[in-house]
T-cell receptor, first 111, second 117 residues
Framework: AQKVTQAQTEISVVEKEDVTLDCVYE???????LFWYKQPPSGELVFLIR??????QNEISGRYSWNFQKSTSSFNFTITASQVVDSAVYFC????????FGSGTRLLVRP | NAGVTQTPKFQVLKTGQSMTLQCAQD?????MYWYRQDPGMGLRLIYY???????DKGEVPNGYNVSRLNKREFSLRLESAAPSQTSVYFC????????????????FGEGSRLTVL
């Protein structure tokens, strides 16, 4: 069975703080993909990143970085120097043949 | 530049009524999906269609039916709506499943907010 756990329901930070969103997954598949999506207050879902199970290299994109560790089945997302525009719900997702989402973490960045 | 288009965007139903949510994509994707989003539950997969002519159950298929009318269109039907089906519904599409793995980014529609009284 597949499962994605985002234990942090809601996080509140002050602008310019760094924040890490946790994601832990379960799967028996050896080939799988991990994703992060952002859902701003407007409601649409925005793709942020995809990683495959064979690539544990961390990735950085501007203020965003992702840490994938197969040993702990985690795929954590860090926002450096957070901004108010980062306020959104962030979803981690796991895919082998079906894309399964975690319950999401609501991030509130206060000015 | 349409991407994934869902209709209607809002709908209010009475218990027992039926309705169909329509979804169309113009990206020539083979795979299409229906998710529902409820507070604190994230997105849960209702049904998906790996390719034209095939459909499969997701995590929460009860009370729903789907039709993959052609490559572009994937509809979701509620035969007898219940208050528990009050939710926001998202349609999505992606490139073909490869080797059993969904490798592609999902492109989502804007969502359809359904209220069942």
């Amino acid at each position: 069975a597949q499962k994605v756990t985002q234990a942090q329901t809601e996080i509140s930070v002050v602008e310019k703080e760094d924040v890490t969103l946790d994601c832990v997954y379960e799967t028996r598949d050896t080939t799988y993909y991990l994703f992060w999506y952002k859902q701003p207050p407007s409601g649409e879902l925005v793709f942020l990143i995809r990683r495959n199970s064979f690539d544990e290299q961390n990735e950085i994109s501007g203020r965003y970085s992702w840490n994938f560790q197969k040993s702990t089945s985690s795929f954590n997302f860090t926002i450096t120097a957070s901004q108010v525009v980062d306020s959104a719900v962030y979803f981690c997702a796991l895919s082998s043949y079906k894309l399964i989402f975690g319950s999401g973490t609501r991030l509130l960045v206060r000015p | 530049n349409a991407g994934v288009t869902q209709t209607p965007k809002f709908q209010v139903l009475k218990t027992g009524q039926s309705m169909t949510l329509q979804c169309a994509q113009d990206m020539n994707h083979n795979s299409m999906y229906w998710y529902r989003q409820d507070p604190g539950m994230g997105l849960r997969l209702i049904y998906y269609s790996a390719s034209e002519g095939t459909t499969d159950k997701g995590e929460v298929p009860n009370g729903y039916n789907v039709s993959r009318l052609n490559k572009r269109e994937f509809s979701l039907r509620l035969e007898s709506a219940a208050p528990s089906q009050t939710s926001v519904y998202f349609c999505a599409s992606s490139e073909a499943l490869t080797g059993g793995a969904n490798t592609g980014e999902l492109f989502f529609g804007e969502g359809s907010r359904l209220t069942v009284l």
